[in-house]
């Protein structure tokens, strides 16, 4: 990746519902915009996500998403869905990058943001790259946290479902649902721990203890399982399929798809189907990868995909 660098401003975004959004530049003040967004939903920006943007060459927004990371109130669960979301790129699109158009970048639930971004605001969008992608359909649903992933990490999958009675595993996101809004805080932070770890554990190819460290502490992880089932529970306020059946609206725009051949927490098989509905964009299935950015394969796709579009 290219060198650490040091935002060069940074501030915060009343949205005036009740919530302050965190929010960075990086790079050059004078380079090519580009919008980051992070996964999750909940995770926040790392120092690490900086550097996937040559810095003499981009203008670089970077910014945590409501109620994870930097922003706040911490984990919080109100005025809080994709569309606020959407609305809050939007306006620090305009009031802080200060672009007509940027470049997106979005990995993971970020593929998912940058999408429904995309879709609304075509025109505002120049470019768009997106990593693992995850389009919030009931079946990648299912697949990760009901039944599927579970049949390849057996061992792993007994620590997810050890919080929740046996009773209750019909509806493992709707378990989950009510210990991480429990009131009780030794609830929530059993339950934020199994779930954040079930994902931590799995996100790679081969075992990586830096990503199983990545939820690690109790704010962390409650801010990224609370908000994550948050979204799941409600769908993402998507209708089903919405994303790739509104793909064609994204075909005058430049975009690069990069996905994991082994990537068992966003399987290939949606990447595959935006790739047949988005045939405009280039399309990359790295054979040695699974889902994190920072795997070798992906991240030289990703490296590439940033160099090229800041011609």
């Known amino acids: 990746m290219y060198p650490e660098i040091q935002p060069y401003r940074q501030g915060f975004l009343d949205t005036e519902d009740g919530h302050r959004?965190?929010?960075?530049?990086?790079?050059?003040?004078?380079?090519?915009?580009?919008?980051?967004?992070?996964?999750?939903?909940?995770?926040?920006?790392?120092?690490?996500?900086?550097?996937?943007?040559?810095?003499?060459?981009?203008?670089?927004?970077?910014?945590?998403q409501r109620g994870c990371g930097r922003s706040t109130p911490h984990a919080s669960l109100e005025n809080n869905t994709t569309w606020h979301l959407v609305?809050?790129?939007?306006?620090?699109?305009?009031?802080i990058l200060t672009a007509e158009k940027s470049l997106v970048f979005g990995g993971s639930w970020g593929s998912t943001l940058a999408l429904a971004y995309a879709q609304t605001h075509p025109s505002h969008v120049s470019e768009l790259v997106v990593r693992g992608i995850f389009a919030m359909r009931q079946?990648?649903?299912?697949?990760?946290?009901?039944?599927?992933?579970?049949?390849?990490?057996?061992?792993l999958w007994e620590q997810y479902l050890a919080p929740i009675p046996p009773k209750e595993r019909g509806d493992l996101i709707a378990a989950y649902r009510k210990r991480l809004t429990s009131p009780d805080r030794s609830i929530q932070l059993e339950a934020a721990h199994a779930w954040s770890?079930?994902?931590?554990?799995?996100?790679t190819l081969l075992p990586s203890p830096q990503h199983q460290q990545s939820h690690a502490g109790d704010d962390s992880a409650l801010a990224f399982a609370r908000i994550e089932n948050h979204y799941f529970v409600h769908k993402g306020w998507l209708e089903e399929g919405q994303l790739l059946n509104n793909a064609h609206m994204l075909q005058h725009i430049p975009g690069i798809i990069i996905q994991g051949r082994y990537d068992a927490c966003t399987p290939a098989k949606t990447a595959w189907e935006l790739h047949k509905a988005w045939p405009q964009a280039e399309f990359h299935l790295v054979p040695d990868a699974g889902h994190a950015f920072d795997e070798p394969?992906?991240?030289?796709k990703l490296l590439a995909a940033t160099d090229?579009?800041?011609?």
């Open 21 to 64: 959004i965190y929010w960075e530049l990086c790079g050059n003040p004078a380079g090519k915009p580009a919008i980051f967004l992070h996964g999750g939903p909940g995770s926040g920006c790392s120092a690490a996500h900086r550097r996937l943007f040559n810095p003499e060459r981009y203008k670089v927004l970077l910014f945590d």
């Open 87 to 95: 609305a809050d790129i939007e306006r620090l699109r305009i009031e």
């Open 139 to 155: 079946t990648e649903l299912h697949w990760f946290y009901q039944e599927g992933a579970s049949w390849l990490f057996p061992d």
């Open 197 to 203: 770890q079930w994902e931590s554990q799995t996100i």
């Open 297 to 300: 394969g992906i991240l030289a």
């Open 308 to 311: 090229r579009f800041s011609q």
